[in-house]
């Protein structure tokens, strides 16, 4: 499966009526930092802080992004807060078909083959299947050509009751593990996109229980969570690992992240080398 151009948030604007000082404050309180803390980090002094959280201190297009950094402040809201100053956004957003990202797609392209027979797969911010490797393609079989249209959703294909979910034995455990993970990004970005998704596979049937009974009992320790997922008569064990960019400097390739499984048991490595040839 190829990168194809996806649909993401729009560019952020500031909200209406607010300026760049409540905006900094709230990320602020909710990376429990004090005034004092932050004016530290970012070579400034606890009433400069407070100046520009009250709006008495309009600051520096510099001192903008500087806080927004010691803050870990996500790249699409840089742009927010700059607008909010009354500053041009900084960080541009190129569709993933762009030609300038030629080589990030090839880059990106080369990174999940190689990491066959193995899983592997690029999502954007709502979790839209921007690429992937055969070996996610195993993990579909029986998924029905309903949901199997473009553009793909790596959410609702797991915790859809048509999609992975009943062949996923410990659907309970391996949705808490999702929707929490989501109500993080939720906390950490204003996407109205993301909450959408969120809403709809958090209403999906949730299991009354899991069906993974004696099995576990008999199999090997996990050192992380696993997904154990049914794959032409037999469980497959699966434990997951998220990348991102480190220094992202387009909102685009801020929002990528590289998901790959990685065998949870010697059963599954075996068999996913059996499947390679």
Known sequence: MTIVSTGTDSAAAAPAGR??????RAWRERRRV???ELALRADSSARHISFVETGRSRPSEEMVLRLAEHLDVPVRERNSLLLAAGYAPRYPETPLDDPALGALREGLERLIQ???PYPALVVDAVYTVVAANRGITMLLDGVPESLLQPPLNAMRLTLHPEGMAPRIRNLG????HLLTQMERQIALRRSEPLRALYEEVAAYPAPEADNDGEQLADSVPY????MRIEHDGRVLSFVSS???FNTPMDVTVSELAIETFLPADPAT???LHSLGG
């Open 19 to 24: 300026g760049v000082g409540p905006l900094l």
């Open 34 to 36: 004090s005034q004092l």
């Open 114 to 116: 190689g990491y066959e």
């Open 173 to 176: 455990e391996w949705r808490g």
């Open 223 to 226: 050192f992380a969570l696993p």
């Open 242 to 244: 998220i990348s991102t």
């Open 269 to 271: 490595a075996k068999y």
